[in-house]
């Protein structure tokens, strides 16, 4: 029967580690795969993980399984951490999923369990496995405007003219922080906006919250989503834990169903539960274990925001970098978007030929819609970029 399996296109991001890794130049840089890399390159365990691993490793004293729905310590953690009290806990359904991914795959499924006839707003561009997800579930996707290839920012006016076709019974998904690919967001007073269309059109946001800690800080990047879930009757909201904790082969994530409206909140779980038990049963639990430990013990997690916010700086100071070389090389500020945008991803807005180009002549690996992974940079590494994006009359 297999005979009847179609090649499924590869994945360009991991086509692309491949390519560099075979390049045998010792000036290559990697802007390629979306994990953190300090300035020598490595994903390190952050320290409060290490420390945690070894507690539990002392005193864990059963591996049986967890709930469906996970660890409920783990939900109530990460509700605070993401929501901080921005509705009342018994609002908030919530289970944990494999990663990030599985928060969003099980979102997905959920919305289409609830109205099989939804339609999901997606951003153009967003993170391509939203995309094969909708087509892989048949769900209709209807992208809306959202970078702005001349400004390099949002194209608010068009996002918004987007959003407002959307209907009750629709699902408008937006990144909480940190737009992947684009790195380009939105300022407070337009997610008031889009908030306001929300209400207006009754459609449901789902909210993709991967980079928390990574752009303005833990509390920052979380804002949006705060006033967001006040403010709607319901949201989705999937988190993901593998690049604030640096757990990324972990699988740790949360997914969370808020009812403002009702008490839809023991339906809402159940059905959580429901969903992981026919997708997996339970869900991972070493990644969540540590999570939970570090948010709950004081030590631990001063110790983990401490090192959250080192590598937070770290990245804004490469932006500045980059920002500012590009800007010496070119006499002009075309490039001050790169210090504007947040995240680990900035999108430099350039043809696939140029990010081509760049790969050939130069070494440079970034992906082909030319989204670049900042964390890939270091001080030896911005000025070899600036001058072959110059170089390349970018
Ligand atoms: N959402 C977005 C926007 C992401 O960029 C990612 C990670 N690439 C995820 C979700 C999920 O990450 P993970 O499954 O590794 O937790």
Not at 68 to 76: E, R
Not at 260 to 272: C, E, I, M, P, Y
Not at 315 to 332: F, H, I, K, V
């Amino acid at each position: 029967m297999f005979e009847t399996l179609q090649q499924q296109p590869a994945d360009k991001i991991l086509e692309l580690v491949a390519m560099y890794r075979e390049d045998p130049r010792a000036d290559k840089v990697d802007l390629g795969v979306g994990v953190y890399k300090d300035a020598t390159g490595l994903t390190p365990v952050m320290r409060a993980v290490k420390a945690a691993e070894h507690t539990l490793w002392e005193t864990q004293d059963s591996k049986v399984y967890t709930g469906l729905a996970g660890d409920p310590a783990f939900a109530d953690a990460m509700i605070d951490l993401v929501l901080s009290g921005a509705v009342p806990r018994a609002n908030v359904a919530a289970a944990a999923t494999p990663g990030g991914t599985g928060a969003v795959r099980q979102s997905f499924e959920l919305i289409q369990m609830a109205n099989a006839g939804a339609r999901v707003f997606v951003s153009n561009p967003t993170w391509p496995n939203h995309i094969s997800m909708l087509n892989y579930l048949g769900i209709e996707m209807v992208p809306y405007r959202y970078f702005d290839e001349e400004t390099r920012g949002v194209d608010f006016d068009g996002m918004l003219a987007d959003l407002k076709t959307a209907r009750k019974g629709d699902v408008v998904l937006l990144h909480g922080c940190c737009h992947n690919p684009t790195g380009a967001n939105l300022n407070s007073a337009e997610w008031d906006a889009v908030i306001g269309v929300l209400l207006e059109t009754g459609a449901t946001p789902m909210i993709d919250i991967a980079y928390q800690g990574f752009g303005d800080g833990l509390d920052a990047d979380a804002a949006a989503t705060r006033k967001l879930v006040a403010a709607v009757p319901e949201c989705i909201i999937a988190a993901s834990c593998s690049k604030n904790f640096g757990i990324y082969r972990e699988r740790t994530g949360l997914l969370m169903v808020v009812n403002n409206a009702g008490d839809a909140t023991a339906l809402n779980q159940s059905t959580l539960a429901y969903l992981n038990r026919q997708n997996f049963s339970f869900p991972p639990d070493h990644g969540a274990r540590l999570v939970t430990m570090i948010l709950t013990d004081p030590a631990l997690r001063a110790d983990w925001q401490s090192e959250l916010e080192d590598v937070r700086q770290s990245m804004l100071g490469l932006r500045t970098a980059l920002a500012d070389e590009l800007q010496r090389l070119s006499n002009s500020d075309r490039f001050g978007f790169l210090a504007q945008h947040r995240g680990m991803f900035s999108r430099l807005g350039t043809t696939p030929e140029m990010v081509e180009k760049l790969r050939k002549d130069h070494g440079i690996y970034m992906v082909g819609d030319s989204r670049m992974n900042i964390a890939g940079l270091n001080a030896q590494t911005v000025p070899i970029l600036a001058k072959a994006i110059i170089d390349a009359g970018i």
